[in-house]
């Protein structure tokens, strides 16, 4: 009865203290049950059954004598004072982990009142105004007093995109910062690459195996010559024999010349099996070429003598300003959509990333023999510039260009003119322009062994058949009319 009695007048006390009773929080509640244990806070006012604490909350001395009822108030152990914070009133000693997180606490505001002495001038004194120092999120609390940062990829590394700033949790507020640098620029897309070799210039066997065991008795150089007979048809059906039959057939001295022309598509199996026969001549002509497939062709064809292109739209043939022709001797270009003076320019010029010294300083087309422009709208800026940069022509075919006349004959045989003594082939059929007074000039070329001029209406037969009797230097023969041969 007795400590029922206690307990009853413990829980009354703070009705009678009124403004002196304290509150007590979750962590002072934690306290408690470590000093007076679980079973004394949860014990009810009736001994007869257990129950639970009435809504209002102990405090220290009150919990302790109802838990202890039998000992006098001189034998209660005093509670230790409360430590005094930074900041606020004072407060009880919390359990360890409280008192880690305020020694957490009060290291983060210390360091905000210690300017950053690693940080530059400017830094300081911009940053110094509104939140003091501005440390790096990578660096740890224990390690920032002693002004050293931690390893990057650390355990407490943390990574703060986007510019925004680290909030440690109970501070209330952004303590730590990081400067973002500028955010690295996007790869460029990677093209597609298709790599595909040629075959070895002596493949292995040398010989035919038989099935029964034996090789045959002629040996490989026989056979080849032997295919060299065949058309590209026969070949095709010969590399479906056996496996040494095909890897022969692909030899590059039995494939000289491919011709896809008028194919709407290329399929990317007809581009490899162009590659690996690598032909000395290729003619492309009125097909549907893209200008990705046409530089990949010619980024692999490092020994064609003869691309034939007519017929195929600009945006393709544009591709040969950005590959290598080194081995390039003759190029038809006859009957290209849109191609003007700028298209030709940007062909004929010399690449623009082009260093003194380097072979192609004079142009592209430095070494071509025989160039085909039929068809095209090509003035006499065109002509100079063809002069310049392709001066080793010796066929030169410019029939029906509406532009060209008799000052385009003049440009091509003048004094300076290097066309004047390598020109051998000359096609001017279909020039309306050209006229009598143009036809002494063709004098001036000692080499040429052909000229036409079919199809010119200005021209009349008899002005060419005094040409043809007095010929540069010997008489020519007129086959047909307007048409000039001269006999080796």
């Known amino acids: 009865m007795r400590r029922s009695l206690t307990a009853g007048s413990a829980l009354d006390a703070p009705r009678k203290a009124g403004p002196a009773r304290i509150q007590v929080k979750g962590g002072r509640e934690r306290h408690l049950k470590k000093v007076g244990g679980d079973a004394c806070l949860l014990r009810g006012s009736d001994p007869g059954g257990p129950g639970l604490l009435p809504p209002r909350v102990l405090n220290p001395s009150q919990a302790f004598s109802s838990c202890h009822p039998g000992l006098p108030p001189e034998n209660w152990e005093k509670p230790k004072p409360p430590l005094a ?100 620029p996007p790869r460029p897309p990677q093209l597609e690459r298709h790599v595909v070799r040629p075959p070895p210039r002596s493949p292995e066997p040398d010989t035919l195996p038989l099935a029964a065991g034996s090789d045959h008795p002629l040996p490989r150089a026989a056979w080849l010559r032997v295919f060299q007979h065949l058309g590209p048809r026969e070949l095709c059906v010969c590399m479906r024999v056996c496996r040494t039959w095909s890897r022969w057939c692909y030899d590059k001295r039995l494939w000289p010349r491919m011709d896809l022309s008028r194919r709407k598509s290329l399929t990317p199996p007809m581009l490899s099996g162009v590659v690996r026969r690598q032909p000395r001549a290729l003619d492309l002509s009125w097909t549907g070429v893209s200008k990705k497939q046409l530089m990949w062709l010619l980024n692999r064809l490092q020994g064609l003598q003869e691309l034939v292109l007519s017929g195929c739209s600009w945006l393709s043939v544009s591709a040969l300003g950005s590959a290598p022709l080194p081995a390039l001797r003759l190029l038809d270009l006859r009957w290209i959509e849109d191609v003007k003076d700028s298209q030709l320019r940007e062909l004929l010029l ?132 307007k048409l000039l041969l001269k006999d080796s």
Do not use: I, Y
């Open 350 to 481: 010399p690449p623009p990333d082009t260093k003194p010294g380097q072979t192609e300083s004079r142009g592209r087309l430095q070494g071509v023999a025989e160039l085909r422009l039929a068809g095209l709208e090509l003035t006499d800026a065109s002509l100079r510039l063809l002069l310049r940069h392709a001066p080793q022509l010796s066929a030169l075919d410019l029939s029906h260009c509406a532009h060209v006349g008799d000052p385009s004959v003049h440009l091509l045989t003048a004094p300076t003119s290097p066309l004047r003594e390598t020109l051998v082939h000359l096609n001017l059929a279909g020039c309306h322009r050209l006229t009598d007074h143009c036809l002494p000039l063709f004098r001036r070329c000692p080499r040429l062994r052909r000229l036409d001029l079919r199809s010119c209406r200005q021209l009349s037969p008899e002005a060419c058949a005094r040409l043809a009797a007095a010929g540069p230097p010997g008489p020519f023969r007129c086959p047909e009319e």
């Open 85 to 184: 914070s930074a900041e606020g009133p004072a407060v009880p000693s919390p359990s360890p982990q409280r008192e880690k997180l305020e020694r957490f606490k009060r290291m983060c505001q210390l360091l905000e009142r210690v300017p950053d002495t690693s940080s530059s001038s400017s830094d300081s004194d911009s940053d110094s105004d509104s939140s003091g120092t501005s440390l790096s999120e990578d660096e740890a609390p224990g390690e920032a007093r002693n002004g050293r940062r931690p390893a990057r990829g650390s355990s407490g590394e943390k990574e703060n995109r986007g510019g925004r700033r680290a909030v440690r949790p109970g501070s209330g507020g952004p303590l730590l910062s990081w400067p973002l640098g500028p955010a690295p």
